[in-house]
């Protein structure tokens, strides 16, 4: 059986390596290709840490060839434009064309620019190379505020405005208020003239984690210097402008993008059935609803939550779906049913800065420096699995 898996983030990833040890375990004949655009593994959850120089580049990304050595996994660089069920292949952007016995949809998602002006005139935060860009554009800004004269291009040259109150924006905008502190002194900005606008169109930040989580959130990055607007949609993306619906605007320097993501579009072209935000829709055994052959899993695939919804795109839920359909590919080769997923909430911890979080636990909710710990235990933890499966 040959299973090519397209994608190595979290949920590619796991679903390869663990496929790769249960191969070994059971004499499995299957063989595993692993495709992915890049030649490393990133680490989404930690881009904060690098695009405000709080973490080494070489510590949120692993090279590939590295973690797939001695397992038998092939490796195969290259972006997918396009999949064809019924011809069971998948065509790469230099032409090649890849077939497949069970194919794995594990392509994460990438952000969704909703607003006019979003894509042309801010920064987003998806992968490392975002982050690498984000922190250059942010010490540039720095370096040129050091030398301003004129208090308004001063204003809105130290001025960072971060679009959307989930995940990326609140851990971002933590970071960057920390870091501030060392950036000015090493550039000669003006402490003072640091302004961080974290900005919302619903009325809560966080929204995965209920309002209790939002107000703490709130308290605690205003604590930190953070302007935190909640209830203000953008409408418009101008050159270092926002427009709000209510008929405001914001000037900054440096404008992030961290309002939504989407599933990549090639996945409703090839004709699977999606979501509103492009999600292919599974069932029970994470396979794509209408296709005997093909798998969805991690932020591109819309999971049912046992509640009537669909679960939230996080790191956690995407390993677990990984190692769960390694156990139903390797049924499948033995010709035995596979077990149903059933999602568990083991919960999630969102850093507010490098000595503040956030999180839930079990359901527990966790706060300042415990969580902190709880965090570093969980990444410590996904390092191990990765570098030892």
Known sequence: MRIVILGAGYAGLRTALDLARLRREHALDVTIQLVDQYPYHQ?????HLTATAGIADQKTIYQLDRLLQGREIERVEGRVTAIHPLERAVVLA???????????????????FNVPGAREYTLPLHNFTHAVALRKHIVAQFT??????DPTE???????????G?????????????????LCRQTGAPRTEVRIALIERENQLLPHFGKWASDEAVRRLERLGVNV????????????RLRFADGRILRAGTIVWGAGVRAPALLAEAGFPTDRMGRVLVDRYLRVDGQAF?????????????????LPPTASYAVRQGAHLAEVLAAEAQGKAPRAYEPVE??????????????????????????VLLKRGIEEYYRATIESA
């Not at 680490?43 to 881009?47: F, G």
């Not at 230099?94 to 969704?112: C, F």
């Not at 809105?156 to 679009?163: L, P, Q």
């Open 43 to 47: 680490l989404i959850q930690l881009l």
């Open 94 to 112: 230099d032409g090649r064309t890849l077939t497949y016995d069970r194919l794995v949809i594990a392509l994460g998602s990438e952000t969704a």
């Open 144 to 149: 040129k505020a050091a030398s301003l004269t």
């Open 154 to 164: 001063l204003r809105i040259t130290m001025t960072t405005a971060i679009v959307g």
């Open 166 to 182: 989930g995940y990326t924006g609140c851990e971002l905008a933590g970071e960057l208020a920390v870091w501030a502190d060392d």
């Open 229 to 240: 607007f909640l209830n203000t949609p953008v409408v418009q993306v101008e050159p270092q």
């Open 294 to 310: 093909i798998f969805a899993i991690g932020d591109c695939a819309a999971v049912s939550d046992g509640r009537g919804g669909f």
């Open 346 to 371: 083991l919960g999630e911890v969102v850093s507010l800065g490098p000595n503040d979080a956030i999180g839930n636990a079990l359901g527990v909710p966790v706060v300042g420096y415990p969580a």
